[in-house]
């Protein structure tokens, strides 16, 4: 039966209803204690294996010209590492046999970033599989001083996981196997470069989520989306890394490996090690395995697409979502209509209600769906009935839930098929979070094609994009330092949750004191003293 919320709800705002196999949600493995994998029986291996260049469900690394070299298109200049020579290959084919790539077409894709802005030249890819190769491969390029770029499935936004030159890169597309499995706690251990949507499927079969989800999922590694910080889409009901993640293994520039993969959910001995990993994005060490808690499956989703007349309406829709759905608020987006439009245009999606100047994603997540329905039914129609929503739909079949979550997952996707994107991803107080798209709207004149507004807005985090036909320097002048300063100006930050990378590194200063800054060059100093470990980012650019 359709069950019925309320009359006089617009026509378009339907249940979509379940067809729900029996067990298929929430349903803990009966299994208990931990499914470490025993001695000589070969470790689950997930998929993902090769460099993979693919984030979400399609991109746009085989289409295009040819990306220029970052060292051309960007004022940088090469530190004095050694280069690689015939010497050096054979001892990387010593260390990884079979798994030292210097084909140039192979190496094309590790080079390039998803986003074909960035390109480096490096000449060589080594694919270890287990830690103590990490460990060999480390060793013998600080010795050599080699410099290394280590790179998991290569999704990142801000030019963090190419090469900037001819750094060797060290990929863990290979380092891909499920180390344990707590079926009690809900504690996974695993590789270094694990996708995250296998790991995701692995866990969900036992009746676990990853708390971890982004539009990349396809593509990017566990380790770097650790190395990354990655925030995500569920930040906002399970927190980030910085508390799912119980512990890591790192190995250090000079071959050390630190071997913190703890599981214990409470260990106060002293300074918390991993967190130094934890969005380093490889500058102070190569993370190869990762100890992360799981929360259970909820037992029912819903999602609600919602259409809002304006960013005060969106804004109240969050609190009324607070308010009123409380534990069970999972996630809460957002995008303007140029997003929507875009979506359309480019992938082809249906737009599932009536146009609007902004739409809202609203998910709960709990463990009895009649709950959670009457929660959510109250909540729309007082919603709808208040004018702070005009129109909207709502899923509970995950088929259907997917499709809602597309529109707002694959607009990195319609945007980089727009032509060339400027990306800027910052946190800033609700109240300012739109303003900073309608002062650039109002700034900018062509070669701008579009300027969209979306993002995680119960986190506070505005994705800022501006599209042009191709790169043009006079409207990066527009847009930096404008973005920052404005940023700055609220006590924002200048990266929300994409890091610093490449691109971001002369903007730290907009978001950090002099003295954080400081600090930050000397934890490199120790941990990489001669700085082979992902030169040219994260940190601000040397005078
Ligand atoms: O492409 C972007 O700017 C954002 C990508 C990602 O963080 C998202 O939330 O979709
Ligand atoms: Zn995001």
Known sequence: ??????????????????????????????RNGASRVPPGVSPRVLAGGGPAVRRGSSSPSSRGPEVALTCERYPVRRLPFSVVSEEDLASFERIVPGRVVTDPEELEASNVDWLRTMRGCSKVLLKPRTTEEVSCILRYCHGRNLAVNPQGGNTGLVGGSVPVFDEVILSTALMNQVI??????????????CVLEELSRYVEERGFVVPLDLGAKGSCHIGGNLATNAGG???LRYGSLRGTVLGLEAVLADGTVLNCLTSLRKDNTGYDLKQLFIGSEGTLGVITAVSILCPPKPGAVNVAFL??????????????????LGEILSAFEFMDAECMRLVQHHLLLACPVQESPFYVLVETSGSRAEHDAEKLGGFLDQALGSGLVTDGTLATDQRKVKMLWALRERIT??????GHVYKYDVSLPLDRLYDLVTDLRARLRPPAKHVVGYGHLGDGNLHLNVTAEAFSAPLLGDLEPYVYEWTAGQRGSVSAEHGVGFRKRGALGYSKPPEALQLMQQLKTLLDPKGILNPYKTLPVQA
């Open 1 to 30: 039966m359709v069950p019925r919320l309320s009359s006089g709800w617009p026509s378009r705002l339907f249940w979509w209803r379940a067809a729900r196999t029996p067990g298929a949600h929430g349903q803990p493995s009966t």
């Open 180 to 193: 344990s499995f707590h079926s009690v706690s809900g504690t996974l251990v695993c590789q270094a470069g």
């Open 233 to 235: 889409l569920r930040l």
């Open 307 to 324: 259409g809002c007349p304006g960013f005060a309406e969106v804004l109240q829709t969050f609190s009324a979502c607070k308010g009123m």
């Open 413 to 418: 996707e319609a945007l980089s098929r727009d």
